[in-house]
């Protein structure tokens, strides 16, 4: 065997360790979403769209098109694992000369600790537009109370439509999703920069701070232009 041959069986056997331990999850699969940020959960059913199909006849077209992008969504979840995965795919490429790529298709992960301490998870910002878009989050570690692990807001792309998600985790360690709060939710009705225009990453949108801010499910119905 010669050494290119060599390396590429030792590639295929490390990344396919490395896919046998870690679990998947789906926040699409239960009886409702497990998504965020939106009213009509159940009527709008297992998509990442911000109103139900019965809105379309009553509103302008370009808003509909709009509303089909995940502004302001987010899946909570909380895990004991060290290592996150996020694979997920969006429509189409796309991005505007004002937005960064990451405000515009990507995703941005943020973990609350047992004592209500919330912080920005980074990656160096390691992503890049792919069929199917992987984010990694490695180490991660509980500050305090480690056994219960972190909760974290998964925020999805603003200007993008997001059409699947999956988070992986270490296989063995606790993961379960987490509703929507019941508060009554603070809703913003505005144009771009209510959509998430423009900051660098997702996490930052006003909108999002806001909902980190005070705790309460916020309701983003911002619509570009």
Request: aromatic share 12%.
């Amino acid at each position: 065997m010669n050494k290119k041959l060599l390396l590429c069986a030792i590639v295929w056997l490390v990344c396919g360790s490395l896919l046998a331990q870690t679990t998947w999850f789906n926040p699409m699969e239960g009886d409702e979403p497990y998504i965020c940020g939106r009213a009509w959960n159940t009527q709008i059913g297992k998509s990442f769209y911000r109103f139900p199909d019965r809105f379309k006849s009553a509103m302008p077209k370009n808003v509909w098109g709009l509303s089909r992008q995940s502004a302001g969504l987010m899946v909570r979840f909380r895990t004991t694992s060290s290592n996150i995965q996020v694979k997920y795919t969006i429509a189409r490429e796309g991005g505007y000369k004002n937005m960064a790529p990451l405000c515009h298709g990507g995703v941005d992960l943020y973990g609350t600790d047992a004592n209500g301490n919330t912080h920005w998870i980074g990656n160096h910002m390691g992503w890049k537009y792919a069929d199917t878009i992987t984010v990694t989050f490695k180490e991660i570690k509980a500050p305090s109370f480690p056994h219960r692990g972190l909760e974290y807001q998964l925020y999805l792309p603003p200007y993008s439509e997001t059409t699947s998600l999956q988070i992986g985790v270490d296989a063995g360690t606790d993961f379960v999703f987490l509703p929507q709060s019941p508060e009554r939710p603070i809703v913003v009705y505005g144009s771009s920069i209510v959509q998430g225009a423009s900051p660098s990453r997702p996490g930052l949108m006003w909108t999002n701070i806001l909902q980190r801010e005070t705790d309460y499910p916020v309701v983003n119905l911002g619509f570009s232009g």
